[in-house]
């Protein structure tokens, strides 16, 4: 069996073992510290040694900033639209940061962040993800009225779309707020109503966004993000102070946090770092 089919088959297999209900109260007491940032961080993301983000200024140019963890944060305006996701993309050693006009790469050398434009579009919404192989952009256009996902090579060239207007796709991808990827799987989540409450459900799909399995969580707010290791753990803030470790093989920890946390940057030696729209953020240890 690939290590692909592999990975699917233990979701599916366990299925009722990660199919928990909302009030589920593990918690773990996972050591973790505080940073201090230069400017508010609004999103995030890491190189696995250090941190870069961006902070919205509502009466001037937004911010982004580099962060070595040891020094001030080097910085310079951002004067494009809004960034609405940020990653890492490892297979190009630069910053993805998704926009409603368009992606852009960001590259820091010889402590000077260096921005350039690699895909123009106009979108509704927009996130970004990215596996070894392929950058992933779940987008709404609006230009060509195309929802769904356009999958481009690390030249950014499309190489293939899923349209979630196909009746093949689940209601899932309805109301998404972030997903991520590996070479194996895509993990979305969604905001679902139940009982008058907002609560969240993690999809996981293969690589063509079709479902092999769920898991409805607790309550959140809007402000949700997953991301990976890459190596089928995933990590999913809530907009609380509810923290959640995700394994492939079903298993779950929960991480109760000091602080509110909707952005998260996956960091080199099992490591995590999480903030809220604050001037710091909490490294975590799992």
Not at 23 to 46: E, G, K, L, V
Not at 111 to 140: G, H, P
Not at 242 to 252: N, Q
Request: net charge negative.
């Amino acid at each position: 069996m690939s290590p692909q089919s592999a990975t699917q088959q233990k979701l599916v297999d366990q299925h009722e073992k990660v199919n928990i209900p909302h009030n589920y109260n593990c918690y773990y007491a996972i050591p973790h510290n505080h940073r201090q940032t230069t400017y508010i961080i609004d999103r995030m993301a890491s190189d696995g040694e250090n941190i870069m983000y961006t902070s919205y200024c509502e009466e001037e140019s937004d911010l982004i900033a580099y962060s070595r963890m040891d020094n001030i944060d080097k910085y310079r305006e951002w004067n494009q639209s809004r960034i609405s996701d940020m990653i890492w993309w490892s297979s190009i050693a630069k910053f993805i940061c998704a926009t409603e006009e368009g992606i852009f790469t960001v590259n820091y050398i010889n402590e000077k962040l260096r921005i350039l434009s690699v895909i123009r579009d106009k979108w509704s919404y927009v996130r970004a993800a990215a596996n070894t192989d392929y950058l992933f952009i779940w987008k709404n256009s609006i230009q060509d009225n195309f929802n769904g996902i356009e999958v481009y090579s690390t030249e950014f060239e499309c190489i293939r779309t899923i349209h979630f207007d196909d009746r093949r796709t689940g209601s899932f991808v309805d109301r998404s707020s972030s997903f991520c990827v590996t070479d194996n799987l895509v993990a979305s989540i969604c905001i679902r109503m139940r009982k008058n409450r907002e609560v969240f459900q993690i999809s996981f799909c293969d690589l063509n966004m079709n479902e092999l399995n769920y898991i409805l969580l607790g309550e959140c707010n809007s402000n949700i993000e997953i991301r990976t290791d890459g190596k089928d753990r995933f990590f999913i803030t809530t907009g609380q102070q509810r923290f959640y470790i995700l394994y492939s093989d079903g298993k779950m920890q929960t991480v109760n946090l000091q602080n509110n946390g909707d952005c998260i940057a996956v960091l080199h030696n099992r490591r995590v770092a999480v903030s809220d729209s604050r001037d710091s953020m909490e490294i975590i240890n799992y």
